[in-house]
């Protein structure tokens, strides 16, 4: 088996918590155990600048950007952070750039980078975009003009394909579809934790509008009403934690409705075990880890029926309605009582469907089948991108040509200014032992 030298890029790592976040961080622990080389590269949090080791030795370059904007992302600018990148990508001996995230401006600056250096380049899009909005339509064009330069693409559901083939204009073959995965032996259920005289209904999420905090609000005082036993656990936090703070006020549901604020991957499992029915009420949704490590636990699954949701789970152990309140209303209404009447399989049972679904190893020898057939092809010349860019768009393609040109002329000078000869090169820390076997897939 070849061996890659891989550098993880993107604004979403520890200490920030989310999907990507642990995507990145299990891909990468996999990938050194099979023996490849791998770096992470993200943004300073705080006081934690420069290098940091983690498990299995996994090195984080945190830079120090000074330009963060909402969310953890940073300013696109295409060039701040290129000095930096150049030496690292250089003094690590890097083969290949992953980026990861649509809106992650430090890994589009990091593709662009590589494709200066002739390195191979793979993008992994964890989300899904309308066409409509002012937001969607400024990122998508974006994105449309980074992915130019791309080898391939990863998207972590079919659904999440189909968007990002249109929103990017990419050719369809170039997509692969590799999905999320789960580390099962820390999603085990414990049925002496959940309660018999009441049925407890858990929610862990971001509580921000894309995540259906409002269906949520919507649908808690319908749902406490009509059922007296049922009570809520919420994990998680965000700036619409305030309106599910207000229902609990308005409605006094102070000893059925428990906020628990923001939540340590770690501590997930704790929470789930202690419930009997998973909600997940977001509005868009590529894979959703969340009601994988819900149905791993062994919690009945309710979800609306929004992008990949439906593809991440056998029918009979999710439930989907459609984004509204009356449909999650009703639907959670016969997870209820199926529950009451003991018509769902036991936690246990579910764990085992589920365990072997999802699995860091699979995904991490899938995505090295992506590694070995970017590695075969061959890099472009300037002249070759610029033709790729300019055949884009014949009148934006003129600006494309313009900037892609004058970083291309900055890069030279940090080239001159500090040829690659005096870059010392990184000593390679890998102690990972442990070795995936290829019948796994």
Not at 15 to 33: R, T
Not at 85 to 91: A, C, N, S
Not at 102 to 122: K, N, P, Y
Not at 268 to 291: H, K, Q, Y
């Amino acid at each position: 088996m070849k061996k890659h030298r891989i550098c993880m890029i993107s604004d979403f790592f520890y200490p920030n918590m989310g999907g990507v976040e642990n995507h990145i961080y299990q891909l990468s622990q996999c990938l050194l155990a099979l023996g490849h080389k791998v770096i992470v590269v993200t943004h300073a949090y705080g006081d934690r600048i420069g290098v940091r080791y983690l498990s299995s030795f996994l090195k984080v370059y945190y830079l120090p950007l000074q330009t963060v904007l909402y969310g953890q992302v940073t300013l696109p600018t295409l060039i701040s952070a290129m000095p930096l990148l150049r030496d690292i990508l250089l003094r690590e001996d890097i083969s290949i750039l992953h980026a990861h995230g649509a809106f992650s401006a430090l890994g589009h600056e990091g593709i662009l980078d590589a494709g200066m250096m002739g390195l191979h380049t793979v993008f992994t899009d964890h989300s899904l975009f309308g066409f409509a909005e002012a937001s969607s339509i400024v990122t998508n064009k974006f994105l449309e003009i980074i992915l130019t330069d791309i080898d391939h693409v990863i998207c972590v559901s079919h659904t999440s394909k189909e968007n990002t083939v249109l929103r990017a204009s990419l050719h369809p073959p170039t997509v692969s579809v590799i999905p999320n995965a789960v580390d099962s032996s820390c999603f085990t259920p414990d049925p002496t934790k959940s309660r018999t005289d009441r049925v407890t209904i858990v929610i862990v999420s971001r509580l921000v509008y894309r995540k259906g905090t409002d269906l949520l609000a919507g649908v808690i005082p319908l749902i406490c009403a009509h059922h007296p036993d049922v009570h809520f656990i919420i994990g998680g936090d965000g700036p619409k934690r305030v309106l599910l703070e207000e229902v609990r006020e308005k409605h006094q549901l102070h000893d059925r409705v428990e906020l628990l604020g923001g939540l340590e991957h770690s501590h997930v499992r704790d929470v789930l075990v202690r419930g009997d029915i998973f909600l997940n009420t977001s509005l868009t949704e590529a894979f959703c880890i969340a009601i994988v490590e819900a149905a791993c636990c062994g919690l009945q699954v309710v979800s609306t029926r929004v992008g990949g949701v439906p593809e991440v789970l056998p029918p009979e152990l999710l439930r989907l309605a459609e984004p509204n309140v009356p449909a999650l209303v009703s639907t959670l209404n016969e997870a209820i009582e199926s529950h009451r009447h003991g018509d769902n399989i036991t936690k246990l049972d579910m764990h085992e469907r589920v365990k072997d679904l999802y699995t860091w190893s699979n995904v991490a020898l899938r995505t090295l089948k992506v590694y070995d057939l970017v590695s075969a092809i061959p890099t472009r010349n300037f002249a070759e991108r610029i033709q790729k860019f300019y055949a884009r768009d014949p009148l934006a393609g003129l600006l494309y040509v313009v900037v892609l040109t004058l970083i291309q002329m900055l890069y030279h000078i940090l080239c001159w200014w500090r040829p690659a000869k005096d870059i010392e090169k990184a000593m390679d820390l890998n102690f990972c032992k442990t070795k995936f076997s290829s019948h796994s897939l």
